[in-house]
């Protein structure tokens, strides 16, 4: 019975074993997890796309409007002089006193430095001495002159005076020997006759002499003026040098350098100092080179000196890029600000064109001209703001035109929006 019993309870227990089973059955325990997994993901996704929240005083938010579009481009700059000097040296000097530093307004003829230049000095003091011994030479030959003048003329005086004697005494024996007098001689009559030619001819020479002698006299003055009129050309070029090294401002304006240092050798020909007029500057803009195209001569110009606003007009354009940049010239209105001065880091902006009647907003943060962008279009009325596409234009420096995609009124976000691009809605708080 037993056995019968075992045998009975072993081929139940197989039948009961024998069950037919699904072939997927055995991997849905796998497809389970994997398929939830992944129902989960997409939910977080869409609940992450449309679930982000941003507080409103760290985005901000512009107004779609409709008028007239200034289009500008902005480019920093410095105001320059439009004509500046450099002051070289005169003669060799060494840098003694510094009065003014680079940077400082001045008057024309404010001394600024002061060089030294001891054999200068020592050149100057021995030339006066020679000045001094040769005005002493040329008085004394002044007065010898004088005597050699009056000694001539006592010569020319006396001969006259002797041949005045001798006419008189000519005259009186001839009339004694008209009356047949014999005491008078025909010999002495006739020697006394040729005495007087003889004084004649020699008061005529002397009087030659003497006209002579004024001449040699006069060039012997001629040539000692010149002697002194050397020195005295000397003397005042080297004065000029001396008064050289009072380093002085040639106009009002600015010091705008001053290479050297004190104590430091100069020699005849450096750089001292710059100068620049304060009332004739120009403004020099640096424009990104990929706007240079759209910059033309004559362009209209607003210069923010972050005090005040000039008004000028482009006159120059570089034809060569400089690190990225183009270099524009303005010139600038005859009447500056009290703080334009050179070297003044400035903005400037340049109207390249004004659009009429067009849709425009302040340029967002992350915009490009003549593309299509999605934005975030603010509904205040939910406090939500979605992703929409909108067409921008032209762009200035502040603002860009809508071609479509926006209507007159509607806000948008023109701040970063880096943080919440990938979501389509966001809440704003």
Do not use: C
Not at 94 to 112: E, F, H, M, R, T
Request: proline share 3%.
């Amino acid at each position: 019975m037993t056995a019968a019993y075992n045998l009975l309870r072993v081929s139940y227990m197989d039948v009961v074993k024998e069950k037919k089973t699904n072939p997927f059955s055995k991997y849905l325990v796998y497809l389970l997890p994997v398929v939830g997994g992944a129902a989960l993901l997409f939910t977080s996704q869409w609940f992450s796309l449309s679930a982000y929240s941003v507080d409103d005083d760290h985005i901000t938010v512009a107004k779609v409007k409709k008028g007239e579009l200034m289009v500008k481009v902005s480019a920093p700059g410095v105001l320059s002089p439009q004509k500046d000097r450099w002051i070289s040296a005169v003669v060799d000097g060494k840098i003694d006193l510094i009065y003014v530093k680079p940077g400082a307004s001045v008057s024309k003829g404010d001394v600024i430095a002061e060089l030294i230049n001891v054999e200068l000095l020592h050149s100057i003091e021995s030339l006066s001495w020679d000045l001094d011994e040769i005005m002493a030479q040329t008085d004394a030959l002044r007065e010898q002159h004088k005597s050699r003048i009056l000694d001539m003329q006592s010569h020319i005086e006396i001969a006259r005076m002797d041949a005045q004697k001798q006419k008189i005494r000519l005259i009186a024996e001839k009339v004694l020997i008209d009356q047949g007098n014999s005491t008078v001689s025909i010999l002495d009559y006739k020697e006394r006759q040729l005495t007087i030619q003889q004084l004649q001819v020699l008061l005529e020479t002397n009087k030659k002499r003497l006209s002579q002698l004024r001449l040699t006299l006069a060039a012997e003055q001629k040539a000692q003026q010149a002697r002194i009129q050397r020195l005295n050309n000397q003397y005042n070029r080297l004065i000029s040098q001396k008064e050289s090294l009072r380093i002085a401002a040639p106009f009002d304006g600015v010091l705008q350098e001053m290479p050297g240092d004190l104590g430091q050798q100069i020699v005849v020909g450096q750089n001292i100092a710059k100068f620049a007029r304060s009332d004739d500057l120009i403004a020099e803009l640096q424009v990104p080179e990929f706007k240079a195209g759209d910059i033309k001569l004559g362009q209209k110009v607003y210069i923010d000196t972050r005090s005040n606003i000039i008004e000028g007009s482009i006159t120059r354009i570089a034809p060569l890029v400089v690190n990225g940049t183009v270099q524009v010239d303005v010139e600038l209105g005859p009447e500056l600000p009290a703080d334009a001065r050179p070297d003044l880091s400035i903005t400037g902006e340049i109207i390249l064109s004004k659009i009429q009647s067009t849709l425009y907003v302040r340029r967002p943060a992350y915009s490009q001209e003549q593309q299509e962008l999605f934005v975030f279009k603010v509904d205040k009325s939910s406090g939500k703001a979605e992703q929409v596409k909108v067409k921008f234009g032209i762009a200035s420096t502040f603002n860009i035109a809508v071609e479509r995609g926006l209507s007159e009124g509607d806000l948008l976000i023109v701040s970063d929006i880096s943080d919440f691009q990938r979501y389509d809605i966001i809440t704003i708080n």
